[in-house]
């Protein structure tokens, strides 16, 4: 399962002290061989925080649907920038 390589590839983190995108390709491939080069993509932090959206995410688009929301509810007046 996702869950299972998620864990390995965390456990072999913590046993090399490292993060996860300093992992190399092959350390990847011998937990999962479905990794393949692209991983890498995966796992930058901007990358993974865009990849993410569900209520209460990091996402862009989610913040911005939560701040609108809050905006109005509160009844807050926006300061336009000069």
Same mark, same amino acid.
């Given at each position: 399962?996702?869950?299972?390589?998620?864990?390995?590839?965390?456990?072999?983190?913590?046993?090399?002290?490292? @993060?996860? @995108?300093?992992?190399?390709?092959?350390?990847?491939?011998?937990? =999962?061989?479905?990794?393949?080069?692209?991983?890498?993509?995966?796992?930058?932090?901007? =990358?993974?925080? @865009?990849?993410?959206?569900?209520?209460?995410?990091?996402?862009?688009?989610?913040?911005?649907? @939560?701040?609108?929301?809050?905006?109005?509810?509160? =009844?807050?007046?926006?300061?336009?920038?000069?």
């Amino acid at each position: 399962t996702s869950h299972n390589i998620v864990g390995r590839s965390v456990a072999l983190c913590v046993s090399k002290n490292c @993060q996860l @995108q300093e992992l190399s390709l092959d350390e990847l491939r011998s937990i =999962n061989p479905i990794f393949d080069k692209d991983v890498y993509e995966f796992l930058r932090v901007e =990358n993974a925080i @865009q990849k993410f959206c569900s209520y209460g995410s990091t996402r862009a688009e989610c913040v911005a649907s @939560q701040l609108e929301y809050w905006i109005t509810k509160l =009844n807050i007046n926006r300061v336009k920038a000069h």
